[in-house]
């Protein structure tokens, strides 16, 4: 399986970057960013492309792969409506309509986040705009879309947010974890489970589309059994 991902660098990303890297059954990994992973692998190709809105300028070399990983993200705290847009609605569909348009057969997984609104008419902003972009991804003729909705998700293997408030939220929070996962297990995961469920999800596709975080942790312990 040939593997294209977006966000490779956030903290999902490389948690997902990881598990690809590892599995044997990926045999090449092509990471679209504004920056390098820093990483270096046999399978892993860095492409530095400054404006992922224009995707058709690359789109030759988003050609022949067998999924995409869009784990690319941001915070809307602070931030305006478009602003946000820009990132979690135009971003993704950018990337995706020439993704669908070079490989017909591509599985494409977008990360999106608990409580995304579905109706994408909700008042709050970040849901709202979370919404559009996974109902403008699911209707693009590929194979197969899946939406990723993880809750609270724990970074493993070292991997830490490059956000600065978020470094210091995980660090404080990190402690109380096992409780959380005692309590609530269905709304706590890790980014080593959201890897394997996406790799798990374009080999053998999902019963359902959107997959919320407790399918999430369903979809990786089932790759285990």
Known sequence: MNVVMFGAT???GQ?????????PGVEKVLAVGRTVTGQQHPKLRDLVHENLLECAAIADDLTGYDACFFCLGVSSAGMTEPEYRRVTYDMPVAAAQVLAARNPHMT?????????????GGRLMWAR????????LL????RAAYVFRPAFVQPMHGIRSRTALYRVLYAVAAPLYPVWKAVLPN???TTEQIGRAMIA?????APKRVLENADIIGLCQATRG
């Open 10 to 12: 956030g903290m999902i």
């Open 15 to 23: 948690g997902v970057l990881r598990e690809c890297l590892l599995d």
């Open 108 to 120: 494409f997984v977008y990360v999106s986040g608990a409580g995304a609104d579905s109706t994408g």
């Open 129 to 136: 705009v979370k919404g559009q972009a996974e109902n403008t």
């Open 139 to 142: 209707a693009l003729p590929f």
């Open 187 to 189: 709304y706590v995961t």
């Open 201 to 205: 999800v374009a080999r053998r596709g």
